[in-house]
C-alpha cells in the first residue's frame, strides 16, 4: 500500500527566506506527483504537476523535483512571501489505478 | 463554469438522517474523484469514476457510502444514516481523463454530523 510522508509537518521562517519542503513515498511506480496548496477552510489549489518520466517542473518562485527510484519529491519556495502561508500537500498518482494518495502536508507560516 | 463546483458549501444534519453532496465537474473532464478530509489530516480517497461507472469504489468506508454520475458529468455522494464520525470536509476533484493528467479540486462541503 502506497504511504506519503511530509517532513517537517510545519515550518515557520521570516519573509525572504528560500525553503524546501519535503516529500517521500513508499512505492515508485507512480505516473506523477502533484503539489498542492490548501488555504485554512477552502479547497485544494494545484501548483505544479510532475510525471514520473520528469526530473523538476517549475512555477515562478516554485520548483519542484522527483526522484522517482529514491521515493522522494522536494517543493524549493524561492524569496518566500507572507502570501505563502498555507498547507502545501504533496500526493502521488498510483501507477495500479488512478487515485490520488496524499501525504498530511506541511503547514508554512511566513512572517513579515 | 471555470473551475470544480460543490454544493452545499457547508451542510449541518443529525445523527441518522440521509444527505447528498453534489459535485459539478469541469466540462469536459471525464474523470471524476471524491476525497474526505478529517481536520489536520490530508485527503482520503473514497471513490473515482472514468465516464458513468466507479472504476475504483475502494475507498468507501462502508455501505452508507454511494456515489452516482448518471450522466457522466455532475456526481452525487450520499450517505447514509450518517454518524458522527462522518464529520469532515468532501472533496470532489476532477481530471481530463485519468491516468496521468492533472487533477483539480473544487472547495469542498463541509459536513457536520451533531
Known amino acids: 500500500k502506497q504511504e506519503v510522508t511530509q517532513i517537517p509537518a510545519a515550518l515557520s521562517v521570516p519573509e525572504g527566506e528560500n525553503l524546501v519542503l519535503n516529500c517521500s513515498f513508499t512505492?515508485?511506480?507512480?505516473?506523477?506527483l502533484q503539489w498542492f496548496r490548501q488555504d485554512p477552510g477552502k479547497g485544494l489549489t494545484s501548483l505544479l504537476l510532475?510525471?514520473?518520466?520528469?526530473r523538476e517542473q517549475t512555477s515562478g518562485r516554485l520548483n519542484a523535483s522527483l526522484d522517482k527510484s529514491s521515493g522522494r519529491s522536494t517543493l524549493y519556495i524561492a524569496a518566500s512571501q507572507p502570501g505563502d502561508s498555507a498547507t502545501y500537500l504533496c500526493?502521488?498518482?498510483?501507477?495500479?489505478?488512478?487515485?490520488?494518495?496524499f501525504g498530511e502536508g506541511t503547514q508554512l507560516t511566513v512572517n513579515p | 463554469g471555470a473551475g470544480v463546483s460543490q454544493t452545499p458549501s457547508n451542510k449541518v444534519t443529525e445523527k441518522g438522517k440521509y444527505v447528498e453532496l453534489r459535485c459539478d465537474p469541469i466540462?469536459?473532464?471525464?474523470?471524476l474523484y471524491w476525497y474526505r478530509q478529517s481536520l489536520g489530516q490530508g485527503p482520503e480517497f473514497l471513490i473515482y469514476?472514468?465516464?458513468?461507472?466507479?472504476?475504483?469504489d475502494s475507498g468507501l468506508p462502508n455501505d452508507r457510502f454511494f456515489a452516482v454520475r448518471p450522466e457522466g458529468s455532475v456526481s452525487t455522494l450520499k450517505i447514509q444514516r450518517t454518524e458522527r464520525g462522518d464529520s469532515a470536509v468532501y472533496l470532489c476533484?476532477?481530471?481530463?481523463?485519468?491516468?496521468?493528467?492533472?487533477?483539480?479540486f473544487g472547495q469542498g462541503t463541509r459536513l457536520t454530523v451533531v
Open positions: 500526493a502521488v498518482k498510483e501507477g495500479s489505478g488512478s487515485r490520488l494518495t
Open positions: 469514476f472514468q465516464g458513468t461507472g466507479a472504476a475504483d
Open positions: 476533484a476532477s481530471s481530463l481523463q485519468g491516468g496521468s493528467t492533472e487533477a483539480f
Open positions: 466540462s469536459g473532464h471525464t474523470a
Open positions: 512505492d515508485s511506480a507512480i505516473y506523477n
Open positions: 510532475i510525471q514520473s518520466s520528469q
